[in-house]
Each structure stands twice: as C-alpha cells, then as structure tokens.
C-alpha cells in the first residue's frame, strides 16, 4: 500500500495547478457517479426483482440528506461531462490546444461554464429540497 | 510541420480503450444530462415510485434509451475505475486479479440493468 500513499501525498504536494486540479475533479466527480451508478442500476432493477424493495430504496433517496447529496451528484455529473468534453475535443481534433497557457484558461473556462449549468438545476433541486425535506413553501 | 511522417500502429487495447472512453463521453453527454435532468430536477425523486416507472417504460422509446444510458454509462465508469485502480496497482499478478474482478463486476450489474429493462416492473399484487 505504499504506493498509494506515495500517490495521495503526492497528490497534494505535485504543484501542477490548474491541469492538476482539473485532473484530481475529474477523478472525484467520475468515482463519486460511478459509485452513485452502481447503487442506481441495483436500485432500480428492483422493479422488476424485488418490487415491494423499491419503494423503501426511493424513500431511502427522499431523505434530505440523500437530496443534498444528489443536488452534489448534479454537479459531479456536469462537471464530468464539460471536462470530458475539453479533453476529447483536445485529444482527438485541437492536441495543439494542449499547451499549457491554453490549457490552464481551459480548465478556468470549464469549471465556470459547468457552475453556469449547475446553478439553476441546483437552485430547483434546493427548492425541492426544502419544501418536501423541511415543509417550507406549504410543502 | 513538414516533412511529417505518419506511421500505422496496430491498436492495442488500450489505445481501443482510450479512444472508446472519448467515443462514449461524447455519447454519454446528452444521454446521461437528460436522464439526470429530467428525473432528478424535473420530475424529483418525490414523484419516482413502482408506477412512475410502469407509465414511463410502457414506451418502448425509453427502455431503448435507458439501455444505451446503461451500456455507455456503466462501461465508461468501470473501465474509468480500472484506469484510477492501474496507477496503484504495480504488481503483474494483482494486475490481473483486479481486472478479472472489474470484469465481472461490470458484467453482473449490466446483466442486473440489462434484466430490469426487459423484465419491466413487476406490480405486487395486492
């Protein structure tokens, strides 16, 4: 296990800026769905397995803790989605936009645009979440 | 540049796999948003139960979408795991443990979804 810990510590001393935050997002926010995913697909092939199991899984998820976490898996799912995007535009058709000072505006460029997509799925799911979670708005 | 030189490599699997990660992401974009978007936001999870999903997979639309969701999605994501495990992983032998367990693992939960969709929801009688 010694490398894995040479990798974490080196994850927080390798000074690589930009490139190296975009890439340690990219992993946690593709673990994070991954992790998300596998539950999900389980979940719901209780409809067809155990379907007097689903709706204890959904009450599971109408938890208000569930819901924050979920409004955190929106984000994680469209940040993943415009950074891939960078990196397959990048690698397969503009290599050349690899180069560092393109780069680093880049990965600036992508966190702002995948906020600018987040905010209002997060300012409805935020709604959402305080009405059925803590009964505001008559909920 | 000129003078350039292009040479034909024969792929190996993970330059198929390289490329097939960027292939499914750009796949994965709309069909994995919208999914999200609609169920997560829109709909919410407070309107999701056994009937909700009996309504929606009546069209035979949706379960072919959702199967392509499950198919790119959970690839993309296993072998995504298998990429973070291998800079880890240094030892041949543990190598090869890890990637037969990532194989099945991927296999049993696809089988698991792939089931789900064709079965449909099964009502409890009650």
Redesign the interface.
């Known amino acids: 296990m010694s490398?894995?810990k040479t990798?974490f510590s080196g994850y927080v001393r390798y000074k690589g800026r930009a490139g190296h935050w975009a890439f340690l997002l990219h992993?946690i926010t593709?673990?994070g769905?991954?992790l998300f995913?596998?539950i999900h697909?389980?979940d719901?092939?209780?409809?067809?397995?155990a379907?007097?199991l689903?709706?204890h899984a959904?009450a599971l998820?109408?938890n208000p803790l569930?819901?924050a976490g979920?409004i955190l898996?929106?984000f994680s799912?469209?940040y993943h989605?415009v950074n891939?995007?960078r990196?397959?535009i990048f690698?397969?058709w503009k290599p050349e936009w690899w180069e560092i000072h393109d780069e680093r505006k880049s990965v600036l460029l992508t966190l702002i645009v995948a906020i600018v997509l987040w905010l209002p799925?997060a300012a409805?799911?935020g709604y959402?979440l305080l009405e059925?979670g803590f009964g505001f708005f008559g909920g | 540049m000129s003078g350039q030189r292009s040479v034909k490599i024969k792929p190996n699997y993970e330059v198929i796999a390289w490329k097939w990660m960027?292939y499914t992401?750009?796949a994965?974009?709309p069909l994995?948003?919208f999914h999200?978007?609609l169920q997560?936001?829109?709909v919410?999870?407070?309107r999701?139960?056994?009937n909700y999903?009996?309504v929606r997979w009546a069209f035979w639309g949706w379960r072919v979408y959702d199967f392509f969701l499950?198919a790119f999605?959970?690839a993309h994501?296993?072998n995504?795991?298998r990429q973070?495990l291998m800079?880890?992983?240094?030892s041949e032998k543990a190598r090869i443990w890890v990637s037969w367990g990532l194989l099945v693992f991927w296999l049993v939960?696809s089988l698991?979804?792939a089931?789900?969709i064709i079965?449909?929801?099964?009502?409890?009688s009650s």
């Open positions: 490398s894995l990798a992993r593709g673990l769905t991954l995913l596998t697909i389980v719901t092939s209780f409809v067809y397995f379907p007097q689903y709706e959904i998820y109408r569930f819901m979920e898996l929106v799912l469209i989605g891939g995007l990196i397959t690698d397969l799925a409805i799911m959402k059925y | 960027r992401a750009i994965l974009i994995a948003w999200m978007i997560d936001v829109l919410g999870v407070h999701i139960d056994l999903v009996q499950l999605a959970f994501g296993v995504g795991l973070v800079d880890y992983i240094h939960i698991i979804g089931f789900a079965g449909g929801v099964r009502m409890p």
